[in-house]
């Protein structure tokens, strides 16, 4: 159970109560179970439960939470051919459960031993190239290294603030930038109006990477002038789309 103050948003911003977590396996499916006795939730806002920024009327009650986090673990299941479930009662708590199949094993060299893109296409930029990731959150930069280990011939430089990426963008001057917007201190937004204003940085493509799905925020940025904007969690093969797209205009 997490201190009071800062809550898990499973419990529904209860400072009460217990977390209780479950697994096993049925065949070749993973089956997760998180049972809460938090505050539950009425049948009239469980149709809300998954809609992003929504935190169920819980936003006068000093509690900390943005109300994204049931968002983005929906979009995490499915993205994983999983699905979640949810049963609750008010004064009672709430159950969730998680069924998610097993990954099937895939080799990431071809016939010659060279490393090939996560899709199974090798990912050629007809030589070297250097992309900036601007990230503070630990388990974006594991995954962008993961995912950028798959292909030959690019190399990643991690940054954890706005002000130390903007300083590496105009020393290395990389083919690419990978923008957090929700950085410690300088915004994203602001880091990327920040590099338009610099000779060395103005040119180079930058990619919005947020779980910022909102539809104002995805065109306000583009309007500034990102190259592109994907939102968390996203699929290594639209990434490896959207930098192609990006490098080669």
Request: hydrophobic share 35%; proline share 4%; aromatic share 6%.
């Amino acid at each position: 159970m997490k201190e009071p103050g800062n809550p898990s948003e499973s419990v529904l911003y209860s400072t009460e109560g217990s977390v209780t977590l479950t697994g096993k396996m049925e065949g070749k499916t993973i089956c997760i179970e998180v049972t809460d006795t938090g505050i539950g939730i009425s049948k009239e806002k469980m149709e809300d439960l998954f809609l992003p920024f929504t935190r169920l009327g819980q936003d006068d009650t000093g509690i900390e939470g943005t109300g994204i986090g049931m968002t983005i673990t929906k979009q995490l299941v499915e993205l994983m051919h999983g699905t979640l479930e949810v049963e609750s009662e008010v004064g009672v708590g709430s159950v969730f459960r998680l069924n998610i199949p097993m990954a099937e094993e895939k080799s990431i060299k071809d016939t010659t031993g060279q490393k090939i893109g996560t899709d199974g296409s090798q990912f050629d930029l007809d030589g070297k190239a250097t992309f900036l990731y601007i990230e503070d959150n630990p388990g974006n930069i594991q995954l962008m290294r993961e995912i950028v280990e798959q292909w030959p011939g690019i190399s990643l430089v991690v940054r954890k603030n706005a002000e130390k990426g903007i300083k590496a963008a105009g020393m290395l001057k990389p083919d690419l930038i990978f923008m957090d917007l929700h950085l410690p201190g300088m915004s994203g937004q602001e880091a990327f109006a920040e590099l338009q204003t610099r000779t060395e940085t103005k040119d180079i493509p930058v990619i919005a990477l947020s779980a910022d799905a909102l539809p104002s925020t995805v065109e306000a940025c583009l309007e500034m002038g990102f190259a592109s904007y994907i939102t968390k969690p996203y699929e290594s093969e639209n990434l490896q789309l959207e930098i192609k797209k990006c490098l080669h205009h």
